[in-house]
């Protein structure tokens, strides 16, 4: 480093979406362009948010879905640079488990191209980038976790 980089340390807070239909775990994941990149739901904190508001609103704007958090899932960071200002980010997103309540995912905002209900294992393997899938990962396994210590279900 040449001393004059600046490093800057932004935060963000999204979820993973579950829900049960017909016996199979389905979760929500976000699209943009062709080909489609998918991702996890996730944004920047509005003035005096908390992570939890954070991650509620963004879910909210960028699925279409309202939703209660079901639990945290922790935190990824990762590093990037903008070499046209001189500035290296180091990106910390928090990301919790959430349930939907209402809403629709045809009425997601125009920052993603499509929003649909995936399959939970193939869910994993679309995800763009490993944090991510790493994320979607860990929260399958609490699911799977709290279904094994409730009655058992047939799947």
């Known amino acids: 480093m040449n001393g004059k980089t600046r490093v800057e340390t932004p935060i963000s807070a999204g979820g993973v ?3 049960m239909n017909e016996g199979r775990l389905e979760t ?3 699209g943009r362009s062709q080909p489609v990149r998918w991702s996890l739901a996730k944004g920047t904190p509005d003035p005096g948010e908390t992570l939890e508001e954070t991650a509620l609103r963004e879910v909210r704007e960028e699925t279409g ?3 209660e958090i079901d639990g945290s899932l922790g935190s990824i960071d990762y590093w990037f640079a903008d070499r046209s200002r001189d500035v290296r980010y180091h990106k910390t997103v928090h990301f919790y488990l959430m349930i939907p309540v209402g809403g629709a995912t045809d009425q997601h905002d125009p920052e ?3 929003v649909q209900w995936f399959d939970a294992e193939k869910a994993v393997k679309a995800l763009a980038h490993s944090n991510e899938a790493n994320v979607l990962q860990k929260a399958l ?3 799977a976790e709290r279904n094994m ?3 058992s279900e047939r799947t």
């Open 17 to 19: 979406v579950y829900q």
């Open 28 to 30: 929500v994941l976000c």
């Open 65 to 67: 879905l309202e939703v």
């Open 112 to 114: 993603f191209d499509v």
């Open 141 to 143: 396994d609490i699911i």
């Open 149 to 151: 210590a409730g009655p």
